[in-house]
């Protein structure tokens, strides 16, 4: 089973946080990778909130492949950063030539496009140079959106951290949200794009479980937009599902779990709202999931999102303090973290819960 | 004696010869009195006492049990006469080398007709050649089919994409803010259409019987279509009428009592069902020969003793855009756009066109597509349309629910799959493999003819549906033959069937790790021929 | 002396093979007690007897496959399957536990000073041989708790519960065949195979003394009277095979909710008799007819129809519908066709 975990603070967390949440977990891990995406940036991103962030993992050729692409489109570079990089012999791990994290401005025709224009042209790039790199097997493109830093690597978490520095902590790289997994999709091939967390415009997910309907989620899926792509994993289908929902049809966060695991047809009926909930049921039965799943989230809002599946065969808890919230697989590593917490206050969502952290860092429990 | 002549139907020319065991017979003349197709009598023969030259005169006359050999009075080999005889003195042998079907024709200038199924089997089952192979084990835990819970219901009706559903967002809630095409939560099996007519009164009863106590007593929602020969007032009337799907096929039988009840009608029905086809005859109409057409029948369809054939087509439906525009509006707006009102064809090369058609309509008035195969049953047919005609269902269902996927439709209109289901005994494996295939649902009439006791067989047994002789009172409707049948114990039947299958699919469910209906996961299923591999688009497994 | 074990050094974690190889080292070494600063290593006990533990941040499994002798503290809270196989170990867990808590527990007490998530108690069992298992938990268990228990004794205090809609989630005791689940406050969703009845005497002799143990070991002994309050307790157990709901038959639903005179009454004679296979009367398909002028009053009709249906007055050959089946041998014998089957 993976291991998976979500941290929303009021303060700035280095990515050795979220390597020192995962460690206690670590008989989920078989050393295959780890990865985090971090949201709400500090540090050396604290100033350009506004503008899209490239996280990309190239090689030579690739990273030229992409420089021409972006500059085809018309995007300059602001601000480019580099991760230390630790050679040290014997670390496990299997590294990309580059890694590229870089702020760039909006092409010169978009300076007064609308919000939904620039997410338009994001995505598209992001397409673009997803395939572009496909093709010539020169690199992997994590996310191209505004305040968000993905890696990925393959390999041993603790290695990987040694290799890019991230034990120790430092004020360059931070961010308000990390949201991490120390493992790859072991099912099917490693690959760094089958790896947690999982990311579009704005929406991060990080699932553990098999999900049994991925088949009939991907197929549906496939056609619904054109940002739905990859399927490197079958937990990709439950982030796309909340895009769908939240960004796509607009429908308040508490139809998503509606949506992926809806009520049992008796149920529904004795509900007030069972004409709507009937057809939610039927009009995305496609998009459920029947597997064993929880699914961490975070949305553009900001907010941390946890759910289950409706025989919850999946252990998730959240614990918080005064400033920090975390969601991850098992207590272990929120003690680790905040030991001193007050454990009474510790939430285990039910089968039925959509627990959500609101930007105040308030946890809300809506039952289904 | 007359003299036997080449140029006649002779013993040997007939589908199943009568192997009698004089020695065992103790001429109770049961045999003779229980055969409904007068295929057998008792008959005098003469017979020499002794080989002596004296005395070679001497003769005696004895009794025995003899076949007639006749056109129209021969035996179907549905064993009534040895399941009879108290002693095994009668046994019924296939005659491979029958002549029967040539001998008719030449001497009737006539097509053949008879009811049952298809008896040419050349192609084998694609549905026994898959299984269920993708079991939940380490990664998905498989669910225990006793006692965890699981949801056996599919929706019937118009299923709308969620961004066409108009919903409005106020306070955090979402409302609705059209009225949206009817939509009903059914069991996957629908009890398949066999009209008042088709089946003896007793039969049909007994159907709506098990279909009532399984909604009402067992929480079981299965739905059973009419067919179409008219419904009697009183269930129109009662609420019952909500588990039953109308029919209306190409000959309109019957509707004129469903309209004259509308306005005494307490509940909608769960559906209507328009008949364009169906898989054992396809590009054929009802047929319903005169022998069958007893008083009720003539009464409830109104209509003399007479043949009754239905037209292939609905008259007045050129088109596809038309055939949506006349039935399935006047059907829709009969019942107030509040009852789902469906479409059954015969799966044919064509289908997926329609499907297609269907799924285009911008009305959305569409609520399910019913797709027959070719080794459905039927009351009546010509043997050359059932033995010659139609196509297999599981690569046309499984085409239409692709080509909705294809076009990110899936389940728009919900897809049920009918035709030879359960033919080798394995009805819960068949339906589940369908609803794997993109089936939302199937549908049988077959298997309810074999629970209440049909003797017919896919290899010519009985096969006489067609003459009101049925010997088991099923597809009779001669009152004497009518009334073997026990309305008590085969509604009884029906619904220990359903239990038991309801049973069967959860075992099938839990190890897939399904709780709820396993809509086309086809990823669950793999096949060891590769043709079928390919051409379902499943796993391969040798 | 006490043997402590960390497993924690810089950013490296000790295996949770490394740790259960040290502890039963240090065990055959002669140590009977241990206190772990633990790391999420699974697995956490030992084997043999009198021995003490004391946790801190254990993993999965902590006190799997207890044995008789064995104690296990935990500091604090535990994630899955906390006491999983439990033979004879008493493990006390001070805050909460994760999903599957005593999943198979078959011997030796188990104490959650908080609360336990889904499935908690399935498959517990009880051998006749030994004490049954105890699972005494402080606060409430998720949904799907005791599926399949086929014995021991559940306690489920429902302490700090009064948000919740019930103390034992939804669905549990599913497939319950044995065994015996306390439980104090309101319960819903219980499976169909269980029933919820009040404590009698014994029942509450047994909390009154099991209580002051379990809340001893958890800390919290000022809670005893309020909990031994018995007006919120029930028990829940299984129901017997005979009680488990049973359904109208076909037959009675026709006869009470169907209608009268059947669904084609008004359409066809039909009283209900179900006709046997070569019955007589207006069973028979085919009907004998006697024809006076034909008949040479040879009695081979009479003597020979095995139903001894014919009779013969002075004048008339008559077949009596009562025995007369239809078979047609009166017909077949006949010289002179004076029977015809109609």
Not at chain 1, 93 to 120: D, G, T, W
Not at chain 2, 50 to 66: G, M, Q
Request: hydrophobic share 35%; glycine share 8%; proline share 4%.
């Amino acid at each position: 089973m993976c291991r998976i975990g979500a941290i929303k603070s009021k303060n700035k967390l280095h990515p050795s946080m979220a390597l020192k949440l995962m460690r206690s977990q670590q008989e989920g891990h078989d050393d295959s990778g780890f990865a985090f995406v971090m949201q709400d940036m500090g540090g050396l991103f604290e100033n350009y909130k506004d503008l899209p962030l490239l996280s990309m993992a190239a090689t030579v050729e690739g990273t030229r492949l992409a420089e021409d692409i972006l500059r085809e489109v018309g995007f300059t570079r602001v601000m480019q950063w580099s991760p230390d990089i630790n050679h040290q012999k014997g670390l496990k791990i299997e590294a990309m030539p580059n890694y590229i994290f870089e702020v760039l401005q909006y092409p010169k025709s978009y300076r007064h496009a609308s919000q939904e224009e620039k997410e338009e042209l994001l995505i598209d790039t992001s397409i673009r140079l997803r395939k572009a790199l496909e093709e010539s097997s020169s690199g992997f493109i994590y996310s191209f959106w505004p305040d968000t830093l993905t890696l990925k690597e393959i390999g041993s978490p603790r290695d990987i951290g040694t290799y890019f520095n991230l034990w120790e902590e430092n004020s360059d790289l931070t961010a308000r949200i990390i949201t991490a997994q120390c493992r790859q999709n072991t099912n099917y091939d490693i690959v760094r794009y089958a790896a947690h967390p999982f990311f579009l415009e704005g929406y991060t997910g990080l699932v553990n479980g098999e999900n049994t309907f991925y088949e009939k989620n991907k197929s549906y899926q496939a056609k619904l937009y054109k940002g739905y792509m990859g399927f490197e994993s079958d937990s990709q289908c439950l982030l796309y599902s909340l895009h769908y929902i939240h960004k796509i049809l607009k429908w308040p966060l508490q139809y998503f779990k509606h949506t992926i695991t809806p009520l049992p047809y008796d149920e529904i009926v004795r509900r007030e709202n069972s004409e709507i909930l009937l057809r939610i049921k039927a009009s995305l039965a496609h998009l459920e999931v029947n597997g064993p799943n929880t699914l961490l989230a975070v949305t553009p809002q900001k907010e941390l999102l946890c759910v289950c599946d409706s025989k919850k065969l999946r252990p998730v808890v959240i614990g918080k303090t005064e400033d920090t919230v975390i969601m991850t697989s098992e207590v272990v590593g929120i003690n680790d973290l905040m030991p001193d917490r007050k454990i009474e206050d510790d939430i285990y969502p039910n089968e039925r819960e959509t627990v959500i952290v609101k930007n105040d860092l308030t946890v809300e429990r809506w039952q289904q | 004696m007359a003299a036997v002549k080449i140029n006649e139907l002779h013993k040997s020319d007939l589908p199943w010869i009568l192997e009698y065991d004089e020695s065992k017979c103790i001429q109770c003349g049961k045999c003779t009195a229980v055969c409904s197709f007068n295929a057998i009598k008792p008959a005098v023969e003469t017979r020499k006492t002794s080989n002596s030259i004296v005395n070679k005169e001497k003769t005696e006359k004895v009794l025995v049990i003899k076949q007639n050999v006749s056109l129209d009075n021969y035996c179907r080999g549905c064993g009534m006469c040895a399941n009879v005889c108290p002693n095994g003195a009668i046994k019924l042998i296939r005659n491979e080398d029958d002549k029967y079907s040539v001998a008719y024709r030449a001497q009737k200038a006539d097509s053949f007709k008879k009811g049952g199924r298809s008896n040419l089997n050349t192609e084998g089952r694609t549905l026994d050649k898959i299984k269920i192979g993708r079991i939940s084990q380490m990664t998905d835990p498989s669910l225990d089919a006793q006692r965890h819970t699981f949801e056996l219901k599919t929706p019937f009706g118009r299923v709308l994409k969620a961004d066409k559903l108009n919903f409005d967002v106020k306070d955090g809630k979402i409302i609705e803010t059209a009225q949206l095409p009817p939509n009903r939560w059914i069991y996957p099996i629908i009890f398949g259409d066999m009209s008042i007519g088709a089946v003896s009164w007793r039969m049909w009863e007994a159907m709506a019987i098990a279909t009532a106590y399984l909604n009402e007593v067992h929480g079981i929602p299965i739905r059973m279509c009419t067919g179409e020969g008219g419904i009697p007032t009183k269930l129109l009337k009662s609420r019952y009428v909500k588990y039953m799907i109308l029919q209306i096929a190409s000959g309109h039988f019957g509707w004129n009592r469903i309209i004259k009840s509308m306005p005494e009608m307490t509940e909608d029905p769960a559906g209507i069902l328009i008949k364009i086809g169906q898989g054992a005859k396809p590009g054929d109409g009802g047929l319903l020969l005169a022998s069958k057409v007893a008083r009720y029948v003539q009464e409830i369809r109104g209509v003399p003793k007479a043949d009754l054939l239905s037209p292939p087509t609905h008259q007045g439906l050129y088109s596809i855009e038309e055939s949506v525009q006349k039935m399935f509006l006047s059907m829709n707006a009969a019942f107030n756009f509040q009852v789902p009102v469906a479409i059954k064809v015969a799966a044919s090369v064509t289908s997926v066109s329609v499907y297609n058609n269907l799924l285009r309509d911008p009305y959305n008035i569409v609520g399910g597509f019913f797709i027959d195969g070719l080794a459905a049953g039927t009351g009546a047919a010509h043997e050359i349309s059932l033995n010659h005609t139609g196509h297999p269902i599981t690569s046309k269902l499984r085409d239409c629910y692709l080509a909705a996927v294809h076009q990110g439709r899936q389940g728009e209109i919900p897809l049920f799959a009918g035709g030879g289901l359960g033919q080798t005994g394995s009805f819960a494996a068949d339906a589940f493999k369908l609803i794997c295939l993109g089936a939302n649902g199937v549908f049988t009439g077959r298997m309810l003819m074999e629970i209440a006791g049909c003797v017919g067989s896919d290899t010519g047994r009985c096969n006489a549906c067609n003459t009101g002789l049925c010997p088991a009172g099923i597809a009779a409707q001669n009152e004497c033959l009518v009334k073997r049948l026990d309305v008590d114990k085969v509604a009884q039947n029906l619904v220990n069937y359903i239990l038991a299958t309801d049973i069967e699919l959860k075992k099938l469910m839990a190890p897939v790790g399904c709780s709820t209906l396993p809509v086309g996961r086809s990823d669950a299923l793999i096949t060891v021929d590769k043709h079928i591999s390919r051409r379902l688009d499943i796993q391969y497994s040798c | 002396m006490v043997c402590i074990i960390h497993t924690l050094k810089d950013n490296d974690r000790m295996s949770t093979q490394e740790l259960l190889q040290t502890i039963a080292r240090k065990i055959e070494e002669g140590e009977r007690e241990f206190e772990i600063e633990a790391c999420g290593q699974h697995d956490i006990t030992g084997k043999g007897a009198n021995l003490l533990f004391r946790i801190t941040n254990p993993g999965q499994r902590v006190g799997a496959m207890g044995m008789d002798g064995v104690k296990i503290i935990v500091d604090g809270s535990a994630p899955a399957d906390i006491g999983w196989l439990n033979s004879g170990a008493d493990i006390v867990v001070k805050g909460d536990g994760g999903d599957t808590a005593a999943h198979c527990a078959a011997g030796g007490k188990i104490y959650v000073g908080g609360r336990v998530g889904t499935r908690s108690g399935a498959l517990m069992k009880h051998d006749p041989k030994f004490e049954p298992p105890q699972f005494w938990v402080l606060k409430n268990t998720g949904s799907f708790s005791f599926e399949f228990m086929g014995g021991g004794i559940a306690v489920v205090c429902g302490f700090d519960c009064d948000g919740l809609s019930s103390v034992l989630g939804n669905r549990s005791c599913v497939g319950m065949v044995g065994g015996v689940v306390y439980v104090r406050g309101k319960v819903e969703g219980l499976a169909k195979c269980v029933e919820q009845v009040k404590l009698d005497k014994f029942d509450k002799d047994f909390l009154k003394s099991g209580m002051k143990e379990f809340l001893q070991e958890i800390g919290r002994t000022e809670l005893e009277q309020d909990l031994l309050d018995f007006k919120n307790w029930s028990k829940i157990l299984p129901l017997p095979k005979e009680q488990k709901e049973k359904k109208i038959s076909v037959k009675e639903f026709k006869e009470q909710e169907w209608f009268e005179g059947g669904l084609f009454g008004d359409l066809v004679e039909d009283n209900g008799e179900v006709f046997g296979l070569a019955q007589s009367g207006d069973a028979r398909i085919r009907k004998p007819e006697w024809e006076k002028d034909l008949c040479i009053d040879c009695s081979l009709c009479l003597n020979n129809c095995p139903q001894k249906a014919i009779s013969k007055d002075l004048t008339r050959y008559n077949a009596d519908s009562d025995r007369c089946i239809g078979c047609g041998i009166c017909s077949a014998v006949c010289p002179r066709s004076a029977w015809k089957m109609v």
